[in-house]
């Protein structure tokens, strides 16, 4: 019986995570349930998961959730809580709470030596180069809960990470992948949240529309597999069937397939390296007829081409690059600015900072406010 805490339980993957669990329950123990400000929706998982610790990140809800849960729950709240649940008995943790908040719980249970299942970009996207040494000096792993990087990770599996010639992330391409550039311009954010393929988060989804969601992950993926910029490519895949595939220096290509849906890669996070019976549904490629595939319009998807950029230079930049996109995604939602304003509005931001070598983990925080807070002000958001 594998024991987890669920950091981020109210979120797209927390709530599949749980979906996952009680598929699988007679291999998994839910001992702590994690969430920022959703006071209800985790009342609710608290009921009916029934773990030994709780966390709401909101202090100002600790009451309200105190008096709505079984007395032998123990409630914890702020960051403090958060680190509270790396702390406890469980023997993977899950980190997906959206932002910064997911740093410090990561560090701390790596310092733990708790295997991470890994579903927050920001930790490795700002911070990867701290939270890599972590997981170097401690020999802890990080397991990946995203698709595309579940999907490298179950590639390499038998094979030798010092023989890889190219990680090859797929793109669906997003709600926008057959827009014109003129018709970009007049697009909005609730158009923005179809995502042809995926069921996913608002952020995560405007994110996919733009392509920046594809940008982090490719940096992402230089700090999971300990690769560099020239070695990582992008694919558009209209189908989301094949979630990445891996080119090694002989040429052999390995790919991993399956149906969209998170649970998969969740699963195999939660009970790595072991594979069971769940009950999702097959894939059937009969159903499908043909896979198609092709090349980025990096001039109608400039987001993915600031993001290589973004990741050659390192240090600093690719937090300041994540933190005027949250900015923008924000705005964008509030209809203060228009789609192809998001980039625009990221490239200006990237342009006005020095680059920092090895910043820390409160010079990344900062910076985050810092450039969130200037854009917020100069949109009177």
């Not at 469980?90 to 980190?95: C, G, L, Q």
């Not at 911070?127 to 590639?155: M, R, W």
Request: charged share 25%; glycine share 6%.
């Amino acid at each position: 019986m594998i024991k987890i805490s669920v950091l981020g339980s109210t979120g797209s993957i927390g709530t599949q995570v749980l979906d996952v669990c009680k598929r699988i329950k007679d291999h998994i123990s839910v001992i702590a349930l994690g969430a920022q400000n959703n006071a209800d929706l985790l009342i609710k998982q608290i009921n009916e998961f029934k773990p030994k610790y709780a966390c709401i990140g909101n202090g100002a809800l600790y009451d309200y959730v105190k008096e709505n849960i079984p007395e032998d729950t123990k409630l914890v709240s702020d960051e403090e809580g958060f680190l509270t649940l790396t702390e406890i008995e469980a023997d993977k943790i899950i980190i997906s709470i959206a932002g910064f908040p997911g740093f410090f719980p990561t560090l701390r249970a790596i310092e733990l030596r708790k295997t991470v299942c890994l579903a927050s970009k920001e930790v490795l996207v700002a911070g990867g180069h701290i939270v890599t040494e972590y997981a170097k000096k401690y020999n802890v792993p990080i397991l990946p809960i995203d698709s595309e990087h579940s999907a490298i990770f179950q590639c390499l599996q038998g094979n030798d990470k010092r023989e890889i010639k190219k990680l090859i992330l797929t793109a669906s391409g997003g709600a926008f992948r057959d827009k014109s550039i003129e018709e970009l311009s007049k697009v909005t954010y609730k158009e923005a949240l179809n995502h042809p393929t995926w069921k996913m988060g608002k952020k995560v989804t405007i994110d996919s529309a733009t392509l920046m969601n594809k940008g982090l992950e490719i940096i992402e993926a230089k700090w999971l597999f300990g690769v560099e910029a020239d070695q990582i490519d992008v694919l558009l895949h209209r189908e989301s069937i094949i979630h990445s595939m891996v080119e090694f220096k002989d040429r052999a290509v390995i790919a991993q397939l399956g149906r969209a849906d998170m649970r998969v890669p969740i699963q195999y996070s939660l009970l790595y390296p072991h594979r069971i019976e769940n009950g999702l549904e097959s894939l059937d490629l009969r159903a499908f007829g043909s896979l198609n595939f092709g090349y980025i319009d990096y001039k109608k998807f400039p987001c993915l081409k600031i993001a290589f950029e973004v990741l050659k230079e390192g240090g600093n930049i690719p937090c300041i690059m994540n933190a005027a996109d949250d900015a923008c995604v924000k705005l964008f939602m509030e209809e203060k600015i228009g789609f192809l304003d998001i980039p625009r509005i990221i490239e200006e931001n990237i342009s006005s900072y020095t680059k920092t070598k090895a910043p820390s983990i409160n010079e990344l925080i900062n910076l985050d406010k810092e450039v969130k807070a200037k854009i917020y002000e100069k949109y009177n958001y």
